[in-house]
């Protein structure tokens, strides 16, 4: 399976993929019975049925990924309800102990990101970067330590749970069709998306291109424009 690693602990990896640009042709050729002609003739028939949104054919392929990230990336990308999803459950064990850490150029150009309504900020001291992410990996180990002893006296582990921040690591597996995931990127790819969740869609992209170079082409060339 191809793994691709993102922040600090996380990865996107590839689970299974289903169809082809080949696919999606033989598909929109249902009504014809023509099928697959070759791509000296169904380039063209690809991209008029990707830029006129005839997005039916598209839905006949797909990608499985598994996905290792923090919880808070997780609440925004589980907005996308064109995907299924399964997570880990830290009712049933323990989340390992794994935070997400942003790094000092992070912290300090947060504030002005595209998009953030934070955008008008002063711009944080590097000391003042350094103190926060200081102050974070304490919240981070006093959390564990709470954890862990929670459990160790017999609370139960959904109870327990409480005390996590939405910084730790959370696994997930998400299903979309190949229609879904472009709308996934499309909206998390965009400038004004949290520079997190924007890492991960990029891994989710490199998949993409991998699996349907055609398309993905498509998508790219219109996310230009």
């Not at 997780?74 to 064990?93: D, G, K, L, V």
């Not at 996934?184 to 520079?195: D, E, K, S, V």
Request: proline share 4%; no cysteine.
């Amino acid at each position: 399976m191809q793994r691709i690693s993102v922040l600090d602990h996380g990865y996107v990896e590839l689970v299974e993929s289903w169809g082809s640009d080949e696919r999606i042709i033989e598909a929109a050729r249902m009504s014809t019975g023509k099928g697959f002609q070759g791509w000296e003739t169904d380039e063209k028939l690809l991209a008029f049925l990707y830029k006129n949104h005839h997005a039916t054919p598209f839905e006949m392929a797909g990608l499985v990924i598994e996905v290792k990230a923090p919880i808070f990336v997780f609440r925004e990308w589980h907005r996308h309800r064109t995907q299924s999803y399964n997570e880990m459950s830290a009712r049933y064990i323990p989340l390992p102990d794994e935070n997400y850490v942003p790094s000092e150029e992070r912290i300090r150009k947060g504030g002005r990101q595209a998009g953030n309504k934070q955008s008008d900020a002063p711009e944080l001291t590097r000391l003042t970067a350094m103190s926060f992410e200081a102050a974070l990996r304490k919240v981070y180990s006093d959390a564990q330590v709470l954890y862990e002893e929670s459990i160790k006296e017999g609370v139960p582990k959904e109870l327990a749970r409480l005390v996590l921040p939405v910084g730790r690591y959370s696994r997930m597996r998400a299903s979309a069709n190949l229609r879904n995931w472009l709308a996934f990127l499309t909206l998390r790819m965009a400038p004004n998306a949290q520079w997190e969740i924007r890492q991960f869609a990029g891994a989710v992209a490199a998949l993409i291109a991998e699996k349907f170079p055609r398309t993905y082409k498509l998508f790219e060339g219109e996310q230009q424009h």
